[in-house]
């Protein structure tokens, strides 16, 4: 992004600071944001602004971040991926289901080699973003609706293959980029690290990434101009679905159990960390980068409420108010910028 | 105007300007009661600004306007249609999702005293409305599963049925086939005989001499003639519209322009019996390398879908087409693309990306030449300078975004977009809208390097003027189907006018 954003700045700042900085609104807020949030803990609670706590929110935030990276895809290209916890889960599910489980597990599994329980997971969670992307862009139907179908198709096979039981093994190197550590940094957080920055590099260097934008821009416009939209999409849609399946195999060595509904709660996560952080919903604007920020601020706010002496049920509705002052901004900045560029 | 009768609207001196430019200058218009009124004029000539003054939609003009002889000032459309006045506007709007029934009384549905809407009543009602209209369709029928003219019909049948003493009708016969128009003009009798009084707009002056008694032409802003249509022609009305010997303006190719002889260089399209749905007959021709073909016709003849086709963005229902003697049917616009067919669609906003920089619009038709995988932005940027200098794009920035710069910059971007990568084919539409004449003359200079070049180039317009300068040789389309070609002879805008 380097090269576009100076030639923007070049643009804008002839023209004064301040439609500069309304331009960059979407990217100074949730920075902001972030640096209020952890201002306003680190005062309120001395447990906070410790290396150890910042360890903690590293690894709190990883399995988010992993399937973070495919949503951000989806979410620049102005669609919107509603099974990623689903499919999350059911890759989980299916990685301990080709394990050998302890004899106490009574759940009727086929026991397989490591690597060959890692590429069948592997290959149920690209054939179910394959799945949504036939359905978004040969049959024409909405993601927001393809999606939510797949939801409940991933979270029916996670109850068929587990059939209520819980599993605990997987494969050893899932296990250990899981829930083990090199040199006191977790397996998970590295693994998030390589995800977040190979998405970013693929996002900014390469053509595929250009097109993800040009689609996200003016969707019509990427037609005209001889782009295999639909290709695109299809290929967002497979992403997205194989990074939720990445983040579900660690995150089910990570919680040290498969189970249904294990997941339910990323979802909402992984939307809030990519839009929080300043992807607009309209696509076309934002990045890994301003994911990341929202991955933070989203890790922040969770962690951060758990060091000070709030009514737990009180958290909730501190998260949703927080959420929506961010979504309003989304919105907000994209305005401001059409403005600034009309 | 039959003599003692009171008009029912009368106009005084209505002057109305847009940021300066004047589009209509002290203009008269009076309206009787049982009075069908052509208006005619090329497009931006006024009419419709002055329909939207009576229809209340603009509301700051001045001079004096008078209903029933009573000086009145509309603040809004709601004013108007209170008065009694109705419009059908250019565009269809109507609401497909709902039944014919609902259509036909949108915003007064027949209710009891529940508030509840009676619809057997309402569907009766419809059903004899259309009925009366040469309309047979089950009222409880949803709109939009209606062909687009019936759906035009239907409109047209609602406002007419409204009650309204004076209805305004812009354009209403382009979507509409022979047989449908026959019923309109039945229909516009029957009322007229009521005391009804009409204006109707259009561009088929046959359709104005035939349907109304009395036609007023507008010119730049002025009323320039106002004659019963029994004692005047349509050549005589094409005279008036484009001001001959009068007021000459540049390059308004009044006069006749001699088209050179075809050229015999190789057939890069070859279009055969081209059809779809209700917007094209049997369409077929070629286009040739080093030679620009002019596509002209009004507004909804056909030009827009037939475009669309080229590049593959719609499917014809029929018809094959050929591109350098190997036949296709794409898929995609993709696939159009990598066949050697571009297209710069009439809206400016369909194609470019305005949020992004200038570079990054040039460069996204020939990125997979350029970078396999990895995108190679000094090259990009390169490219693009290369265009911009070429093109005299201005500001001579790339990394601006696109948005910053003016409509006729915009233009030059897209086509640069095109010659990064140069095609076989190359489809214009409307390349010159809108623009003032120094991009005008940039953009047809950089049609007729590219013509040079060997490609083959199609401009389609509905403006005369942009396809007599730039075109080789021209074809008219009228309602979907080719009326007449022009090659090798003499042509001019009223000819062009008289053959559409």
Known sequence: MASSETALAAGQRARGLAPFLRSQMRNIAPFLTLIFLSAFFAFASPSFATLDNLGNILTQVSVTGIIAVGLTFVILCAEIDLSIASIANVTGIAVAYFTLQESYVNIPNIPLPGAAAILLAILLCAALGFVNALGLTVIGIPSFIMTLAMMQIAAGISALLVRGQIAYKVPGVITTLGSGSVSGIPWIVIVAAIMLLGGHLVLTYTRFGRYVYMVGGNREAAEYSGLNVKLILGVVMVISAVCSGIGGMLGVAHFGSAQQNEFDTYLLDSIAAVVVGGTSLFGGRGGIGNTIVGLFVLGVLNNGLDHVNIDSFLKILIRGLILLAALVINVYAQRLREKAVE | ?500
């Open chain 2, 1 to 500: 105007m039959p003599p003692g009768q009171q008009p029912i609207l009368e106009l005084q001196g209505i002057t109305k300007s847009f940021g300066g430019v004047e589009a209509l200058r002290g203009v008269d218009f009076a309206l009787s009661p049982g009075e069908i009124h052509g208006l005619v004029g090329e497009n931006g000539a006024g009419k419709s600004t002055l329909m939207k003054i009576i229809a209340g939609v603009h509301t700051e003009f001045s001079g004096r306007f008078l209903i029933d002889g009573q000086e009145t000032h509309f603040r809004s459309a709601r004013d108007a249609h209170a008065a009694g006045i109705a419009m059908v506007h250019q565009e269809l709007s109507v609401a497909p999702d709902l039944t014919v029934a609902e259509n036909v009384f949108l915003g007064n549905q027949p209710t009891n005293r529940l508030g509840l809407v009676q619809w057997r009543r309402m569907a009766r009602e419809a059903g004899e409305q259309l009925a009366r209209f040469g309309i047979d369709v089950d009222p409880m029928q949803r709109l939009g599963d209606l062909p687009i003219g019936l759906q035009q019909l239907i409109e047209i049948a609602r406002v007419l049925f409204s009650g309204a003493r004076i209805v305004i009708l812009d354009e209403p016969t382009s979507a509409l086939s022979p047989p449908e128009v026959e019923r309109l003009f039945a229909t516009l009798r029957r009322l007229r005989e009521q005391g009804t009084a009409i204006v109707f707009i259009s561009h088929f002056i046959e359709d104005i001499l035939r349907v109304s008694d009395i036609v007023t032409v507008f010119r730049n802003g002025r009323k320039v003639a106002e004659t019963a249509s029994t004692a005047t022609s349509k050549g005589a009305l094409i005279e008036a519209m484009i001001g001959r010997g009068g007021e000459v303006l540049e390059h308004s190719y009044n006069d006749e322009l001699m088209l050179p002889r075809p050229s015999d260089s190789s057939v890069v399209l070859k279009v055969d019996q081209l059809s779809l749905a209700r917007s094209l007959k049997d369409v077929s021709f070629e286009a040739r390398a080093g030679e620009v073909l002019g596509i002209y016709g009004f507004m909804g003849c056909g030009q827009q879908e037939l475009s669309r086709i080229l590049f593959g963005k719609l499917k014809p229902d029929g018809g094959t087409l050929a591109v350098d003697g190997r036949a296709r049917t794409f898929a995609s616009t993709a696939a159009a693309r990598r066949a050697g067919v571009a297209l710069v669609p009439e809206s400016r906003r369909a194609m470019l990306f305005h949020q992004e920089p200038v570079y990054k619009n040039i460069s996204i038709s020939i990125l997979g030449r350029i970078s396999a995988l990895l995108l190679k932005p000094a090259q990009e940027r390169d490219i693009a300078k290369r265009q911009v200098e070429q093109l005299q794009i201005r500001p001579p920035v790339v990394g601006l975004d696109l948005g910053m710069l003016s409509g006729g910059n915009q233009q030059k971007v897209a086509l640069a977009k095109w010659l990064t990568y140069p095609p076989k084919l190359l489809v214009l539409c409307e390349p010159t809208r809108g623009m003032d004449v120094g991009a005008k003359n940039d953009v047809i200079n950089i049609v007729r390097d590219l013509r040079a070049k060997g490609l083959a180039i199609i401009v389609l317009s509905t403006e005369p003027e942009t396809v007599l300068s730039l075109a080789d040789r021209i074809l008219v389309l009228k309602r979907g189907a080719l009326v007449r070609e022009f090659a090798n002879e003499p042509v001019s805008k009223d000819r062009l006018l008289e053959a559409a």
